[in-house]
């Protein structure tokens, strides 16, 4: 699928108060080579959590020691977890349309279309929202973007990080922080 165009949804600069927040956790960085071992989503109604996914997933090759340390998922951890063709369906269904959130989602929405597409024939056609480009605009001066330093600089709890329902809520606690001061900044109510 590398050169193919993927029929996605529309990446959206907006601030929605009906979301649902998604990360993934993979094997490594390319959607044509790499598994998921970890997907979450966290569904917000009118800004408040309404509910949560979130499933460990079964790869068909062994967990690295390095992917290991970054996420704290071990093989032991997924040995009786689902497939990726259940998995990928379950996170459908509960994603339904919702507009979907996350740090740098371009990421995670490329594999969940690839392994959607390739396991059931679905496009994710979602609209998406990148909280990344929010803290490009608000937050010129970081040393870096990643969702950690953007957290750390509003004092948001970041133990637990690159595990999947834990990112999300991250991620949330940032857009709703980078919301307020985009608006602040820029005059808005």
């Known amino acids: 699928m590398g050169n193919v165009k993927r029929f996605k949804g529309k990446s959206r600069i907006a601030f ?10 993979t094997t490594g960085l390319s959607p044509e080579e790499c598994e998921i071992i970890e997907i979450a989503a966290v569904r917000y109604r009118s800004g408040k959590k309404a509910a ?67 396991c059931h024939g679905i496009l994710l056609t979602n609209d998406f929202v990148d ?9 010129p ?3 870096n973007r990643r969702q950690t330093t953007v957290a750390a600089h509003y004092g948001i709890e970041t133990e637990g990080a690159h595990r999947a329902a834990k990112d999300c809520e991250i991620c949330n606690a940032c857009y709703l922080r980078l919301k307020e001061e985009f608006k602040a900044q820029s ?3």
């Open 16 to 25: 929605p108060e009906d979301y649902c927040v998604v990360d993934i956790e």
């Open 131 to 139: 909280v990344l480009r929010f803290s490009r605009k608000v937050l």
């Open 187 to 189: 005059g808005e109510k």
């Open 52 to 118: 949560v996914f979130s499933t460990l997933i079964k790869p068909h090759s062994r967990i690295t020691p390095f992917i290991t340390e970054l996420t704290g998922i071990t093989n032991d951890m997924v040995e009786d977890a689902p497939d990726i063709s259940e998995a990928i369906m379950d996170f459908c269904l509960f994603a339904g349309s919702d507009m979907l959130m996350g740090y740098n989602v371009n990421f995670d929405i490329n594999f969940l279309y690839d392994n959607l597409l390739r």
């Open 141 to 143: 001066f970081l040393p």
